[in-house]
């Protein structure tokens, strides 16, 4: 997901924060918890909302849909392909020309 958005302009830190920080929260509500005041803190501190963290997951999740849908590629080949971005120039450039439409519809960062 942060190799697709930073193609599209989105810093991958940022990217890579929201979704940790998303999928810590997601764990804690799944297995019965609830967010204690301290991460409540740490989160309010690097998202200045719970709100904030949320809107940009949201935003994350409606353009990951958009590449899925206006990809050509299974799903299992399309994860191939961003995992070789990583260490191939050649497969990065592919991957440019699978978003290539997804990104006239959502934009960039």
Request: with cysteine.
């Amino acid at each position: 997901m942060c190799k697709l958005l930073h193609l599209l302009g989105y810093d991958f830190f940022k990217v890579k924060d929201v979704l940790t920080d998303a999928y810590l929260v997601r764990n804690i509500f799944a297995h019965g918890g609830q967010l204690s005041d301290i991460q409540k803190k740490k989160l309010v501190s690097k998202h200045t909302t719970i709100k904030t963290l949320l809107i940009s997951l949201l935003n994350y999740l409606r353009i990951s849909l958009v590449i899925m849908v206006t990809n050509d590629r299974e799903k299992n080949e399309f994860i191939d392909l961003i995992d070789d971005t990583l260490i191939d120039r050649k497969r990065e450039a592919q991957l440019n020309q699978d978003i290539s439409r997804a990104k006239n519809i959502v934009g960039s960062s």
